[in-house]
């Protein structure tokens, strides 16, 4: 079995930072891209921020300049540090990755944590 894990999320004042984090574990052979996607109350899940295996890294224009994605490859670790938050990224931040697991070596499967919720006040 193939777990994700996320942890960080809170209450936090408009302006404020919270880092999250996502460990993945299990049966994995291989582990590709991660990343984290939102989803606010009643609305679809969106990207927000991905990271490759070599570092390479991708954000959505809504959060460009203010969140940044980190990842330790040797402990499975993703990472989101946000800053200057805002009321609007209120919202479950979900960990996603593609990984290899070993009952399937040879397809990527993708797989999901079970979110994370992350207020904001004004």
């Known amino acids: 079995q193939v777990q994700l894990v996320e942890s960080g999320g809170g209450l936090v004042q408009g302006g404020g930072s919270l880092r999250l984090s996502c460990a993945a574990s299990?049966?994995?052979?291989?582990?590709?891209?991660m990343g984290w996607y939102r989803q606010e109350s009643g609305g679809q899940r969106e990207p927000v921020a991905a990271i490759s295996s070599g570092g390479v890294t991708t954000y959505s224009d809504s959060v460009k300049g203010r969140f940044n994605i980190s990842r330790d490859n040797a402990k499975k670790m993703i990472f989101l540090d946000m800053n200057d938050l805002r009321p609007e990224d209120t919202a479950v931040y979900f960990c996603?990755?593609?990984?290899?697991?070993?009952?399937?070596?040879?397809?990527?499967?993708?797989?999901w944590g079970q979110g994370t919720q992350v207020t904001v006040s004004s």
């Open positions: 299990g049966n994995i052979f291989s582990l590709s891209i």
């Open positions: 996603n990755a593609r990984i290899k697991p070993w009952s399937d070596s040879m397809h990527y499967t993708t797989f």
